[in-house]
């Protein structure tokens, strides 16, 4: 084997194994990404049916006001 083709093997091995490091640790961090959404939404989900709820009953008392003409 020839040296410059010992060093091409090497680069590539190299290159290789830091492409993979990279990939791996994109990987654990969409892991924990989804882990923090879904805690997220656990404990948002409470106050946002609260809040919908409030609009609901808002919406359902506007409506029964009387609505006076325009002048």
């Known amino acids: 084997m020839t040296t410059p083709a010992a060093v091409w093997i090497i680069v590539g091995v190299v290159s290789t194994l ?3 490091v990279v990939l791996v640790g994109l990987v654990r961090h969409v892991l924990l990404l989804g882990r923090t959404l879904r805690r ?14 409030e609009g609901e009953r808002a919406s359902s008392r506007a409506g029964g006001l009387p609505t006076g003409k325009p002048r």
């Open 18 to 20: 830091a492409i993979t």
């Open 40 to 53: 997220f939404q656990e404990e948002v989900q409470p106050i946002a049916e609260d809040i919908v709820a």
